[in-house]
């Protein structure tokens, strides 16, 4: 099964509390949401996950290389332009 995660957005509404880092790479607790949302998907047996970036992608690929250190297999979609 496949999953896709949809975060291009920009996240502008929390620009003042952190604007160097896009939204989805903001700790929660003690990892980054998107980790959150990764490792629900892999409990539910959800391997092939697409995830669509624009805002600071370098920064998310870097982060969350190629999925192996979750167990799964991620790919990016990258927006150009929203």
Do not use: C
């Not at 999953?3 to 620009?15: D, E, F, H, P, Q």
């Amino acid at each position: 099964m496949k999953a896709m995660i949809l975060s291009a957005g920009k996240g502008t509404r929390i620009t003042s509390v952190r604007n160097d880092i896009p939204k989805i790479l903001i700790p929660l607790l003690d990892k980054p949401m998107i980790w959150w949302n990764i490792e629900l998907l892999k409990k539910y047996n959800i391997n092939d996950i697409a995830i669509n970036t624009h805002h600071m992608f370098s920064l998310v690929k870097e982060q969350l290389g190629s999925g192996e250190k979750f167990g799964v297999k991620l790919n990016y979609s990258y927006e150009k332009e929203l």
